[in-house]
């Protein structure tokens, strides 16, 4: 049998392809991470990652694993709930970001109902910014959605590149202002990308502005302008904006889980945010992948 152990920091290595994020996320020494790989790996006989001193990459038996390991952990935590005799209750309310919604997150959840069916799910759909001004007021229990740029609170799900997408019939006119799509303010991704174009003195003005994700992408769709978003989950019908149009890159963006410790906070829910929060942090590679069909993206 595999160690539940081992087969958590795998995942925590697997999702943050890194020995030190996945230390600093699941609270242990760095070189207590690499034993737990060493053993699993000597428990299966085969080599799950491949890692130098620069990078850290799954291989095709690590990546085989990924399913295995996170069907073992949910086996054995059903398991360990129902020999325990305790059953979480109460109302969890749950604050995420829209750019999860196209993603595996209903599969997540649906297996937080399964196994917590006594639990009230109260989910609230926001701008990542607004997200954490709630949580701050004590109005949200668990909080999934991007970390502003500094920032180091809250547990690391993944980190991916921000990129400039649009249609790809879309053409950038060098000489005029850059046509942006938008959030409105709190947005952490607007805020991200009017930084990086003022710093590179590239002007630019909004065409569309909508608190809706899927109101953004029909106007990308519609060849109204330019968005930014994560890389790994542009929606179907839009590409990166090809290297020549000259926009500047816009770095890094951290997806994190924020738990509301506060004082007089109930403790069922502490609970249970505690509970989706492993069930989240178990299943993180699934949330960076899109949940249904997508078109081929060309390349730059």
Request: one cysteine or more; aromatic letters at 4%; charged letters at 25%.
């Amino acid at each position: 049998m595999y160690d539940p152990a081992q087969l958590r920091t795998f995942l925590a290595v697997a999702q943050t392809l890194s020995f030190t994020q996945a230390a600093r996320r699941l609270g242990l020494r760095q070189s207590t991470v690499s034993q737990h790989v060493r053993r699993l790996e000597d428990a299966t006989g085969r080599q799950l990652f491949a890692r130098d001193t620069h990078s850290v990459e799954l291989t095709e038996d690590g990546e085989a694993m990924l399913g295995f390991a996170r069907t073992i952990l949910q086996a054995h935590e059903r398991a360990s709930a129902f020999f325990a005799g305790t059953r979480l209750r109460g109302r969890l309310r749950f604050g995420v970001s829209e750019d999860f919604v196209l993603t595996r997150l209903p599969e997540i959840l649906q297996s937080f109902r399964r196994d917590h069916p006594e639990v009230d799910l109260e989910l609230t759909v926001e701008l990542s910014g607004t997200l954490h001004k709630r949580l701050e007021a004590g109005r949200l229990d668990l909080v999934l959605a991007k970390r502003r740029t500094g920032d180091t609170l809250g547990e690391l799900v993944w980190q991916d590149t921000l990129t400039w997408i649009g249609a790809p019939q879309l053409r950038l006119d060098p000489d005029r202002p850059v046509p942006l799509i938008v959030f409105p303010p709190p947005g952490i991704t607007r805020a991200r990308a009017l930084e990086v174009l003022e710093a590179h003195g590239r002007p630019w003005h909004i065409a569309c502005t909508s608190t809706s994700l899927s109101g953004l992408i029909a106007a990308a769709q519609a060849g109204l302008g330019v968005m930014a978003h994560t890389r790994g989950l542009i929606p179907p019908g839009l590409v990166p904006v090809p290297a020549r149009a000259g926009l500047p890159e816009l770095g890094d963006v951290d997806f994190v889980l924020l738990h509301n410790r506060r004082a007089g906070a109930q403790h069922g829910a502490q609970e249970a945010a505690d509970a989706l929060a492993a069930s989240i942090l178990a299943g993180g590679d699934r949330l960076h992948r899109p949940a249904g069909p997508r078109l081929p993206v060309s390349r730059r």
